[in-house]
C-alpha cells in the first residue's frame, strides 16, 4: 500500500461565507464565515434581530462622554426598556441572567435613582 501524507486525510470542503457569499476552503465543520471580519457582521446582526424580537426603547438617552463605552441594558428581559450603563459593568460574566438583572438594576438605581421594580409595577 502506498503512503500519503497525512493532509491527505483532513477533509476540505468548499463552503460559502453566509455573510459575503465569497467561497473559501476549510476543514473546519462548523465554520460559515471566509473571515474575522464577517463573523463580527454576523454577531451584529443576530444582536439586532435579538433587539427587534424584544423591542429597543430607550428610557434615557445616553449622555455619557464618548470616552465610556456604554451599552444599553434591557431592564426587563421580555420588555423593550433600555438604559445605558457603562460596558464593563454590563458585561461582567457572573453566570445567570437572573444576577445580570439584579446588579445591572442595582446599579441603574444607585446612578440614576430609578427604582425598576417601581417602575415596572407603573407600565
Ligand atoms: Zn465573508
Ligand atoms: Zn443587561
Not at 491527505?8 to 460559502?16: D, G, L, M, N
Amino acid at each position: 500500500m502506498q503512503e500519503y501524507g497525512l493532509r491527505k486525510y483532513v477533509p476540505r470542503k468548499s463552503k460559502t461565507c453566509i455573510i459575503c457569499g465569497k467561497h473559501f476552503i476549510t476543514n473546519q465543520y462548523q465554520k460559515k464565515y471566509c473571515s474575522k471580519k464577517c463573523k463580527r457582521k454576523a454577531n451584529t446582526k443576530t444582536q439586532n434581530a435579538k433587539r427587534e424580537k424584544r423591542g429597543f426603547d430607550p428610557l434615557i438617552s445616553n449622555h455619557f462622554p464618548k470616552e465610556i463605552d456604554v451599552d444599553f441594558h434591557h431592564i426587563h428581559f421580555n420588555l423593550p426598556f433600555v438604559i445605558p450603563i457603562p460596558k464593563d459593568l454590563h458585561q461582567q460574566k457572573n453566570g445567570n441572567v437572573e444576577s445580570h438583572f439584579r446588579i445591572a438594576n442595582e446599579w441603574v438605581e444607585f446612578y440614576y435613582d430609578i427604582n425598576v421594580n417601581d417602575l415596572l409595577e407603573v407600565c
